[in-house]
């Protein structure tokens, strides 16, 4: 799985039903900002609509490519850029896979404070706010995100920071507030996680789930609605030191 952004622009999605691309839309995988900026000039020059698209994994029409429009991938946009040491902050290219993420910032002895999916691009997975766990943490985005660089439709770059309307407005944007081409990231001291599964009822789980979330850091509830009766709670908790079991 991990593997499945390996591929830059797919010809569907995840699902394997969605065509990413429109009827003679054309497709641009920039080497650079710069590359990208002179696409999207070239683009808007032309009154073509741009779509952004990170690893296709989500199911919707949202990273389908407009009929005679553009798609875009930032695939080869993937490298770290800077590291803050004193802050535990690195900044890096958007279309950076959320794999290598994990592996640069713990070789600097850090974690990102919440855990992310490992087959998305850094961009898409942020940008369709995937991911939260626990109570008192907000989907990744907002957990990690403490600065951005965002193209609009005229291939200008614009920084945005906290208390910044675009800031929010493009931090889990869709891809409608812009293209992100750059992140800066906040880090923690590296932790591992310990994680316990347990069968439980859904209706147990709903009754107790407000009094029990607080005390359960990270944790993952997977459903089935064929099996809307059942359903599996995997929680999570941070251990300092990593456990290998042979
Ligand atoms: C098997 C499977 C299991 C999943 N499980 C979960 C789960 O448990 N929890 C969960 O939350 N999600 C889950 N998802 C959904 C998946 O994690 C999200 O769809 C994913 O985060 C999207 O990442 P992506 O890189 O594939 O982005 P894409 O699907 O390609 O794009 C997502 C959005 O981001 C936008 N985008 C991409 N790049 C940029 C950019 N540079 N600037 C601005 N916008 C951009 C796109 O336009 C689009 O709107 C699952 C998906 C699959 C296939």
Redesign the pocket.
Known sequence: ?HQH?DEALKKY???GRLRLLGEDAEQFIPNSVAELSAFIRKCAHEGKRV??????????P??QSADRGALVS?FNLDRLLDVDLEKKQVTVQ??IRERDLHDIVSEYGWSLPQVT?K??????????????SGSDIP?VASAIVVGMK?MNGLGEVITANPGDDLFYA?LV?????????EYTLQCVEKFYLKAVGVQSSTSHLLETMVDVAPTKKFW?LIFFSIHWHRIRLIYAFRVSRRRVHL
């Open positions: 799985m952004v999605d995840f699902s779509r952004v698209v990170g690893g296709a994994n989500s199911y919707s949202i990273i930032l958007a279309g999916r087959f998305n691009v850094l961009a898409g997975g942020l940008n369709s706010g995937h991911h939260s989907e965002i493009g944007g869709l891809g409608r507030a812009g293209i992100v081409v993952r």
